[in-house]
């Protein structure tokens, strides 16, 4: 059976992608150091090792496993904490990462590198959406510089060491088990609100745009990055995929959406715009349908629903135990 290496499998998008990967069948290891991943998003059939990606220990399980592919989605992922510590950003997201790309190159050159970027933060505010892969790089924080930084390093490794890596660039991904933090966090925070019957908070007119994309969607364009054959290795953008729906989404509609599929009758409030947030965000997918054939098929609908109905449950759950 193939192998692949989840880091972050104890997170939002990581325990997806887990799910994905043993529903075909594979071995799965997770690494996680549960800073903010859940043990409760463990999946059962997948191997859990509890280390840091900066420990030696990470590199070294992967010398040992040797592992067909390695996802690599741990990382500190909370833009405004990269703003108040871009040190400790820099040294998850950028030398946990060197760990693991260091350890492929001397012990496991086959294994194909999957990077989790973003779609978001990467080509910064100065832009006209849809924003194609090849779009000027401008990182606005710390936590993107240090994506973007990476994808320069996952370049470099294919390139000059011949790896075989690959970034995707994910929009606002949204879904169940998603916590109230991060680039998305808007649809578990409005959630958690309606849940408590209390105003949806919108930060300015609610006009801003941004291209939330479910999470299973997410998984598996991951999976289609991780399984199928990938154009040539070549300059930052070469393997770099946006993945997301290619439809700016006001968080205006969004919170009416959510509300009707809700069942809720929870008014919005509106709050002074915060600073240095982008007026509009939203990424053109055109190229992963094209290179890899995946395109988003959970409308943002359904997904606010299956988000809202695991929210409830939790919910529900929690207040029982
Ligand atoms: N959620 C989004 O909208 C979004 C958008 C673009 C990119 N991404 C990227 O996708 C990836 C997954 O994000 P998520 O939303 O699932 O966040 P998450 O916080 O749920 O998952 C990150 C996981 O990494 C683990 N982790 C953090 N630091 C670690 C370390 N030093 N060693 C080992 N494990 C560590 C955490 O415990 C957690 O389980 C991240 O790389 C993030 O930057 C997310």
Request: glycine share 12%; with cysteine.
């Given at each position: 059976m193939p192998t692949a290496v989840v880091t972050g499998g104890a997170g939002f998008i990581g325990s997806h992608l887990v799910e994905r990967f043993l529903r075909e069948g594979w071995t799965v290891h997770i690494i996680d150091n549960l800073v903010t991943g859940k043990r409760d998003n463990l999946a059962s059939g997948a191997t859990f090792h509890e280390l840091d990606i900066r420990d030696a220990k990470s590199a070294e399980l992967i010398a040992s496993l040797k592992p067909d592919v390695l996802a690599h989605l741990a990382a500190q992922m909370d833009v405004r904490r990269s703003v108040e510590d871009p040190v400790y950003d820099a040294s998850v997201n950028i030398l946990g990462t060197l760990n693991l790309l260091e350890s492929v190159r001397k012990h496991s050159p086959k294994t194909r590198v999957v990077f989790a970027s973003t779609g978001g933060a990467l080509y910064g505010d100065n832009?006209?959406?849809?924003?194609?892969?090849?779009?000027?790089?401008?990182?606005?924080?710390?936590?993107?510089?240090?994506?973007?930084?990476?994808?320069?390093?996952?370049?470099?490794?294919?390139?000059?060491?011949?790896?075989?890596?690959?970034?995707?660039?994910?929009?606002?991904?949204?879904?169940?088990?998603?916590?109230?933090?991060?680039?998305?966090?808007?649809?578990?925070?409005?959630?958690?609100?309606?849940?408590?019957?209390?105003?949806?908070?919108?930060?300015?007119?609610?006009l801003q745009t941004r291209d939330y994309v479910y999470v299973g969607d997410v998984a598996e364009a991951i999976w289609f990055a991780a399984t199928k054959t990938l154009p040539a290795i070549g300059l930052l953008d070469a393997r770099g995929f946006n993945v997301g729906t290619g439809i700016g989404t006001s968080v205006n509609d969004l919170a009416k959406i959510l509300i009707e599929e809700a069942g809720s009758s929870v008014p919005i409030d509106y709050a002074p715009k915060r600073p240095g947030e982008a007026q509009d965000s939203f990424v053109d997918v055109s190229k992963i349908e094209r290179a890899l054939g995946w395109r988003p098929r959970v409308t943002l609908r359904e997904g606010l629903a299956n988000s809202f109905r695991w929210a409830a449950e939790k919910n529900a759950a929690e207040s029982v135990a």
């Open positions: 832009t006209t959406p849809p924003n194609s892969e090849e779009t000027k790089k401008d990182p606005e924080s710390p936590y993107a510089i240090s994506k973007l930084s990476v994808e320069y390093y996952m370049a470099y490794y294919g390139r000059v060491h011949g790896l075989d890596t690959v970034a995707t660039r994910f929009g606002n991904v949204y879904g169940p088990r998603q916590d109230p933090h991060g680039e998305a966090g808007v649809v578990a925070i409005f959630c958690g609100r309606i849940l408590q019957g209390r105003p949806l908070t919108i930060f300015g007119d609610g």
